[in-house]
């Protein structure tokens, strides 16, 4: 990669994330003049990062936090504002999340937790003591709140993290 295709590439992201940012605000603006965001519960997230440079990569395809670790918020009635919960979740749990706040019962074969113990404070830490990941054949990883292992099956390598001490894994 160069530094210009990097600087490209970046400026195309950001004027993605602005793009969608007024599309959002064009939504929460009409939920507000119809009056119906005193119903409604908004939950954005998106897909992996796409690194923009970072470790030298360009694109979704790796396990680093910058690419794994996607925005989540959630907005609505009784979900307190201005506030941050920094823990491992898999996007799964918003289907889990949703029917709890529908006030539908979780069917057996949804594997995955509802946030809101973690939103409303009932809880203190994830559900998950690690979280998994993987790309196709060619990347898996197991992460905690304090070590992160990528494991490249067909390159036979391993790069063990101390996220606490290297949040950027670089070392």
Known sequence: RTEYSIKVHRQEY??????????VGRIINHLKETGQDKNTYIIFSAD??????NHGLVGKQNMY??????????VGPNIPENEKREMQVYLQDIMATSLELAGIEKPEYVEFNSLLPLINKEVNESSYAEIYGAY????????????????????????LFDVINDPNEMF
């Open 65 to 74: 936090d910058h690419s794994m670790r996607v925005p989540l918020i959630l």
């Open 136 to 159: 196709m054949n060619l990347q898996r990883m197991v992460r905690t709140d304090k070590f992160k292992l990528i494991i490249y099956p067909r390159a036979r390598k391993m790069k």
């Open 48 to 53: 992996h990062g796409l690194s923009v440079g």
């Open 14 to 23: 950001y004027a993605i994330i602005t793009h969608m940012d007024e599309q």
